[in-house]
């Protein structure tokens, strides 16, 4: 018999090769990471605002600040897979990506569906986040807390957190059992303004008897 002759470093060599390549760019992919995370929950609070400014509802809010969301982690990602030099993998993922969409769309795939109801269910004026509804196929009661590209999550009564695919949500009869009325953008800056004179005025009357109290 003969005996298996195994080279170990020939194996060994490209592991200890890659890893010698990866390890100095570490920290930069480390601080890429947490600047990417940052910019991105920026630019998710700054398209919440903005669509706030213009009026959007909540809910509608929530699915697009998701939706820019999700993207946006899917650039860093790619980035990051850039910054360690693997660029193969880097095209391999965005083909596959490519490829797997168009199957997912093609096919009507749950997270495609999930999605497009959520942009629906949105801009829905009869569902909107504070309504206290029934929904889904176990005709769920409780309260829209939130929404965002994929689920609706809903508490009920004995403060479970319901959580529901938005297709489902968006293809069976939901009823409403009492809206949300949101108050009006205008009536927090009218009160936040109307502390702050009040606080300003008890302020100003604080100097002016300290100021009577000293002239005695």
Partial sequence: ????????????NPIVDGLNNL????????????IGVILIKLAARLVRIFLSLVGMPKSFRQVISSVV????????????????????????????V?????????GGSTLVSDI??????STHPDFNVGDEVIVGELLTEGVIISMDSRRVRVRDKKGNLHVLPNSIVERKEWVVLHR?????SGVDVIGGAKK?????????????????????
Wanted: charged fraction near 10%; avoid cysteine.
């Fill in 116 to 121: 497009i109801a959520g942009l629906f269910l």
């Fill in 98 to 106: 490519l490829a797997i969409g168009l199957v997912m769309a093609a």
């Fill in 196 to 216: 702050l004179t009040s606080a300003a005025a008890r302020k100003a009357t604080e100097v002016i008897d300290k100021a009577n109290k000293g002239d005695k």
């Fill in 180 to 184: 949300h009325i949101p108050k009006p």
């Fill in 69 to 96: 969301s999700g993207a946006l982690y899917a650039v860093l990602f790619i980035f990051v897979l850039q910054t360690l030099g693997l660029g193969g993998i880097v095209t391999f993922f965005t083909g596959s």
């Fill in 1 to 12: 018999m003969h005996s298996l002759d195994i080279n170990y470093n020939s194996l060994l």
């Fill in 23 to 34: 390890l100095p760019k570490i920290p930069a992919v480390i601080l890429q990471i947490v």
